[in-house]
T-cell receptor
């Protein structure tokens, strides 16, 4: 089955800096890659996703890149702000009819 | 997260009791997923259901755990004879249809504590 690895597990940046989180997946049939943000005591919230027919997607300060050949995808947050502090999860979807498989998460801390 | 309703938000059970967690998907969504999150760990897939059908239960423990999504009413995750290791946050998510590439939306979770 699918396996998703996520790095780093923790990331500390200064406000205004960029943050990059990387994930790799094992199943070459996976074709959907969302990213979720989880704040303490809350459920995961979708922040951006990418499908395998594109290599990059951007939404304001957040961007995601996908390299299908290497089977890895990354989340880029620019101009980080303290409110970006949270746990971020990447995920991959296998064949049709199956559920998302998540990475173990990255705790991002943005200090002002 | 808006729209996926989970209750109770917090549940305390003694060892050996039963825990029932309920999930109402977003309006118009007929696919429900249950995930478990242990402290400081990621989200582990448990089960994927469509109305009246279990599509994938490969992540469900073999014993004590069951899930259903009846034609009418919420999806239920049932844990019988709870043990301390069952203490975790249980998240429900829903999507409008199944298959790869369909966005899923999570609820706020149910925190189970077994004492």
């Amino acid at each position: 089955g699918e396996n998703v690895e996520q790095h780093p597990s923790t990331l500390s940046v200064q406000e205004g800096d960029s943050a990059v989180i990387k994930c790799t997946y094992s199943d070459s049939a996976s074709n959907y890659f969302p990213w979720y943000k989880q704040e303490l005591g809350k459920g995961p919230q979708l922040i951006i996703d990418i499908r395998s027919n594109v290599g990059e997607k951007k939404d304001q300060r957040i961007a995601v890149t996908l390299n299908k050949t290497a089977k890895h995808f990354s989340l880029h947050i620019t101009e980080t702000q303290p409110e970006d502090s949270a746990v971020y999860f990447c995920a991959a979807s296998r064949q049709a009819g199956t559920a998302l498989i998540f990475g173990k998460g990255t705790t991002l801390s943005v200090s002002s | 997260n808006a729209g996926v309703m989970q209750n109770p938000r917090h549940l305390v059970r003694r060892r050996g009791q039963e825990a029932r967690l309920r999930c109402s998907p977003m309006k118009g969504h007929s696919h429900v997923y249950w995930y478990r999150q242990l402290p400081e760990e990621g989200l582990k897939f448990m089960v994927y259901l469509q109305k009246e059908n279990i599509i994938d239960e490969s992540g469900m423990p073999k014993e004590r755990f069951s899930a259903e999504f009846p034609k009418e009413g919420p999806s239920i995750l049932r844990i019988q004879q709870v043990v301390r290791g069952d203490s975790a946050a249980y998240f429900c998510a829903s999507s409008p249809k199944g298959g790869s590439g369909n966005t899923i939306y999570f609820g706020e979770g149910s925190w189970l504590t077994v004492v």
